[in-house]
């Protein structure tokens, strides 16, 4: 990863790590790059959801993309995933979203999107970072300066197209919507009742303050409550971008990405259209999952953690299913990155297609127990390729066969070891995780 661009853009506190003038420094490097490439004024799309700083990087954006020619387009309030729609299909250079996703409303971040509307290679985004850093000069624009045009005609175009996905009518399903008081707010509804159905919303009232605070996928809970009070067939909540959804069904239970996966998964399957007979997942999926999916004859991709490296392998092996338990799910026949309110329409798709309640859909799935456990060790190379440690792992994963797994990896970020079980009750993980983490202590790469 750069210096400042993370798997998932440039993520930080606004104004105290992620600044108005790293904004303007991106758009003036965008602005540039994309207008010097094709010798024309280049066109650049932006979106943003609800944080009130979301306003300021907008602004700041717009100013260093005019300021070096190029014409800002701006979406407003949108989702992540529809200014990767609207990037594509309406042939800009490249899409811009602000957004820091399930963060605190004090969080921001840039991410950028490339002209396909997938995220923007690291080639070009090593070059920004060169710019942001002074190593790189760019000429101001003189008599041709950039304008901003409104755009809300994307967000619309997008509402339309997810409309135009659905080949069944809603009309008589209760759906309950948590649209976090983020992005999916202005769009979500509109969906859904353009559809039929009777729409039952909390968590739309933002006022850059309130994003995801207490509400949304990471706070599930208060989504199975509202869902089973009102009597609804089904709810969906969404993070602060939409990109990820979560699903209730309707006793109250939630479905998880590792639900989805399967429920789709199947359903593709089903009517021959999962190609190469897999989904993909990330290694953090549950083991519950990849039982689940034995049982049915599908096979499934293991990939890093983070939606970027399962879109990478579903591109690599035109795979067309893939996504993370956290709700991330990606379908490469209609979209470049995870989309929540897309995501919620495959799943009301195979209610509707198999008249089956989502309790029953998801019922095939079990999850098995997890412990994980994380262990400071002095060094994350020595303590991995120690041939002690490495026994202890394979005698546990032996111990369990087809009972459980054991996962142990590094942190992307801290110096730390995570060891993972997942196997039939949370003792027999307990007792498999502490063995390994035995023999690291044993073998003096703990941090005292």
């Known amino acids: 990863m750069g210096k400042y661009f993370g798997t998932d853009g440039f993520r930080g506190e606004a104004n105290v790590n992620l600044t108005y003038e790293h904004a303007i420094k991106i758009g003036r490097f965008l602005g540039w790059y994309y207008g010097s490439r094709i010798d024309k004024k280049a066109k650049i799309v932006i979106g943003k959801d609800t944080r009130r700083s979301s306003y300021m990087f907008e602004y700041a954006l717009c100013t260093g993309l005019m300021a070096s020619g190029a014409d800002a387009y701006i979406m407003h309030v949108t989702t992540t995933p529809s200014v990767a729609y609207i990037t594509r299909v309406d042939d800009f250079d490249c899409g811009i ?233 990606i379908f490469t026949k209609y979209a470049t990155t995870g989309d929540g309110i897309l995501t919620s329409l495959k799943l009301m798709e195979v209610m509707l297609a198999k008249e089956q309640k989502m309790s029953k859909l998801a019922a095939p799935v079990v999850f098995y127990p997890q412990v994980l456990k994380n262990v400071r060790v002095k060094s994350k190379p020595d303590a991995q390729n120690d041939p002690d440690v490495q026994a202890a792992v394979q005698k546990v994963a032996e111990d369990l066969g087809d009972n459980g797994r054991i996962l142990v990896r590094e942190s992307g970020t801290e110096p730390v070891i995570r060891v993972m079980v997942e196997a039939g009750s949370n003792e027999i993980c307990e007792k498999y995780v502490d063995s390994v983490i035995d023999v690291i202590r044993a073998k003096g790469h703990m941090e005292v």
């Open 97 to 329: 979203m602000i957004s820091a996703s399930h963060n605190p409303f004090y969080d921001n971040g840039i991410k950028l999107l490339n002209g396909n509307g997938e995220k923007m290679d690291e080639e070009t985004i090593l070059k920004v970072e060169d710019y942001i850093d002074g190593t790189l000069e760019i000429p101001l624009a003189t008599r041709n300066v950039g304008r901003t045009v409104d755009y809300a005609a994307g967000r619309n175009r997008y509402i339309g197209y997810l409309i135009s996905m659905s080949k069944y009518s809603f009309k008589n399903v209760k759906v309950g919507l948590d649209v976090a008081n983020g992005a999916a707010w202005s769009i979500a509804k509109s969906v859904f009742d353009a559809l039929g159905a009777k729409t039952y919303v909390m968590n739309d009232e933002p006022d850059g303050y309130n994003i995801n605070t207490d509400c949304g996928s990471t706070h599930i809970e208060h989504l199975q409550k509202f869902v089973v009070e009102k009597g609804l067939d089904v709810g969906f909540a969404y993070d602060g971008d939409a990109d990820r959804c979560l699903c209730v069904d309707e006793k109250g239970n939630v479905v998880t990405g590792d639900h989805i996966l399967y429920i789709y998964g199947l359903y593709m399957k089903e009517r021959g259209k999962l190609l190469n007979n897999k989904v993909v997942t990330t290694v953090m999926s549950n083991f519950g999952l990849y039982k689940a999916l034995d049982k049915v004859g599908i096979d499934y991709e293991k990939t890093k953690v983070g939606d970027k490296y399962v879109y990478e392998n579903m591109v690599k092996y035109g795979h067309r299913i893939g996504g993370e338990q956290s709700g991330h799910i």
